[in-house]
């Protein structure tokens, strides 16, 4: 496969219309009467060339003085007239030829007839057709028989053949029985021209169909690996980069066409390739090309002989996938076990909080004991908040994908929230372009993120001359939603922040482990579950530490071009 820098063309359809055997009768077709192929052409150009040949050769020995061998009379005038015309002629079908006008067929036809009138002539006028150059008619036979079909080749024979017996019966220069050999050996050479004619077309047609099949098959490889969601990237002995496709091109952000020095720009990446040349048992370690990128599985393949310094293939895999099918599996068994766990927890939570409600209507009991019935309670809706939680997370549904206008999306969850937390619409900033944003995210699982982003941030975000609880008076701006496109790739980017005092650095490793929590009352799933649910729309949520806000997360969306090529 022959592939030059990293062009790759796309599949277009195999045109063999040039070819001069393309598996079609071309007796029946305009195609062959008007073919402009090189290769149609060029047979009757040969010959012609061979025609000047002879004709020329004529005029040299007509006009050079002594016998020669071939003519019974020298220096004949209409032996130096019929050379000299049957010179011109050939040179008038080179621009025939040319011009391709008239067409193939009748060319053939008029360039061969032309052969056994001037051949005819000049044998009648040397002496007949006793001499050698009876010969040549045959020759002349068998060029049009390889160019015409089987019916042609038959014409052809028997003109020539009419031609001896019309020389023999005026000039009786050989007798009827050495005519009628000639005329036997014409068809035969016909017949022999024709059947080798059609084995050298078949094998043709053949060879251009394999050939063709080999087209496809290169035009269909190349597809097939521009459209792969794996990278694929090929460097060369000095592992300098010499090939790539449109998802190495994602994953590396490269965006201009000098692409040779790739390698020098991601040292993760050459110091993993660099140590599977050393040792090629080395397994590669998975690498990140850059902050909140995509984790990348790299693999390496030598192309050529081990014992030569050659190529080596490099396949570029998103782990986003395959941490997703380990998350898939996980949150299997997690369902199976959370589904028996919560049948045993909740019958007997339920009884304790129905017996703490009981004993709270009491009216024996003391405030004291009642601020113990009190804590049965939260604690109670507490726990069965966290059964809820896992059992969503275990129990998730499919991922429907959708392509969401952000803009709009995040104007309508601002008003959704202020009305159901009774905050004012005010203290909720929406920072974002006017051109659309784009992001593809099953919009379920979108709607709960941002959810849980702004009820966090409105719960920790507050600060303390705010009251914990704000109302519609409250016009201070305490969350900001950003929007805004990430500067490499031009990927749509979401910041929600707070302005509070933020998150703890000792804490800052453990904010997205499962029931951490630095709140009595939280659960400590809340931004476990929104970075599951990323993870599963391959996005990315980080914490961004900023000095003008408070707590800042940040949700980096996939990139919408991958998903336009799949789909």
Known sequence: MSIKGNHWPGVNTPNDSSDDYAGVDRRNTNEYSNSNGANTWRPLQLLNFYRLLISGGFCVLLLTEGRHSLFNEVNSAPLVLISVSYLIFSLLYFWTIAQRKPNFYRQVTLHIVTDIIAITMLANYSGGFGNDIAILLAVAVAGGSVLSSGRNALFFAALASVAVLADTFFSHTVSYTHAGILGVTFFATAGLATYIARRIRSSENLAEQRGSDLLTMEQLTRYVIQRMQMGVLVVDSNNQSRLLNQSTREFLAIE???????????????????????????????????????????????????????????????????????????????G????????????????????????????????????????????????????????????????????????????????????????????????????????????????????????????????????????????????????????????????????????????????????????????????????????????????????????????????????????
Request: proline share 3%; glycine share 4%.
């Open 256 to 334: 201009d066409n000098d692409h040779s020095d790739c390698l020098n720009r991601y040292p993760a990446l050459k110091h993993e390739l660099l140590r599977w040349q050393e040792d090629q048992q080395y397994q590669p370690q998975n690498i990140k090309i850059r902050q909140g990128a995509i984790e990348l599985i790299p693999r390496f393949a030598q192309l050529g002989r081990k014992k030569e310094k050659s190529s080596t293939l490099i396949f570029l895999e998103d782990n986003t996938a395959l941490a997703l099918q380990a998350q898939q599996l996980k949150l299997a068994s997690l």
């Open 336 to 567: 199976h076990l959370t589904a028996s766990i919560a049948h045993e927890i909740r019958n007997p939570l339920g009884a304790i909080s129905h017996a703490g409600q009981l004993l709270a209507e009491s009216a024996k009991i003391n405030k004291n004991d009642k601020r113990l019935t009190e804590i049965i309670s939260q604690q109670s809706k507490r726990l069965d908040k966290i059964v809820d939680n896992v059992m969503q997370l275990s129990q998730r549904k499919a991922i429907h994908t959708e392509a969401i206008e952000l803009n709009d999306w995040l104007y309508r969850i601002k008003k959704e929230f202020c009305q159901n937390m009774n905050f004012a619409e005010e203290c909720i900033t929406i920072i974002s372009h006017t051109s659309p944003q784009i992001a593809y995210f099953d919009p379920s699982h979108l709607h709960q993120i941002i959810w849980n982003l702004c009820t966090n941030a409105l719960r920790h975000g507050q600060t303390k001359t705010k009251t914990s609880v704000p109302t519609n008076k409250h016009k201070t701006t305490d969350i900001t939603m950003r929007l805004d496109t990430d500067g490499k790739n031009y990927l749509p980017i979401l910041e929600i922040s707070d302005q509070g005092a933020g998150i703890n650095k000792q804490t800052l490793d453990k904010i997205f482990e499962p029931f951490f929590t630095t709140s009595h009352s939280g659960t400590g799933l809340g931004l476990y579950i929104a970075r599951e649910l990323c993870n599963n729309n391959q996005a990315h949520i980080n914490y961004i530490e900023k000095k003008d806000t408070g707590a800042c997360f940040r949700i980096n969306f996939a990139d919408t071009r991958r998903h336009h090529q799949a789909a």
